[in-house]
């Protein structure tokens, strides 16, 4: 069974950073596509960042939002720079079985396995 711990979301202000980390087992760190996503009430999940072959980052947030891991602790790490009201949203951590290739955002549908989420509020 697959699973997925987000950490590092709360509360800060505009201009401020957080790191979230998606923990899951070495198995599907290593074998599996991985994103991000984040979602606000009353809108659809959005793709903020994937990582297959390679890692993208959504061009919205690109220059903001990096993807760091940390491969010996097994964390899928989202690096939030520069936060406006407007990235509040509650944050997941995905996981797929079929291979992405990391060159763009995968559609939600896509992914098999998602985290419980976590909180990031910017005031």
């Known amino acids: 069974d697959v699973q997925l711990v987000e950490s590092g979301g709360g509360s800060v202000e505009t201009g401020g950073s957080l790191r979230l980390s998606c923990a899951t087992s070495?198995?599907?760190?290593?074998?599996?596509?991985m994103a991000w996503f984040r979602q606000t009430p009353g809108k659809e999940r959005e793709g903020v960042a994937v990582?297959?072959?390679?890692?993208y980052v959504a061009e919205a947030v690109r220059d903001r939002f990096a993807v760091s891991e940390d491969k010996g602790q097994n964390l899928f790490n989202l690096q939030l720079n520069n936060l406006s009201p407007d990235d509040s949203a509650i944050y997941y951590c995905?996981?797929?079985?079929?291979?992405?290739?990391?060159?763009?955002?995968?559609?939600?549908?896509?992914?098999?396995?998602w985290g419980q989420g976590t909180q990031v509020t910017v005031s």
């Open positions: 990582r297959g072959v390679s890692t």
């Open positions: 070495e198995f599907t760190y290593s074998t599996y596509c």
């Open positions: 995905a996981a797929s079985k079929t291979v992405c290739s990391g060159h763009g955002l995968v559609p939600t549908e896509r992914f098999e396995y």
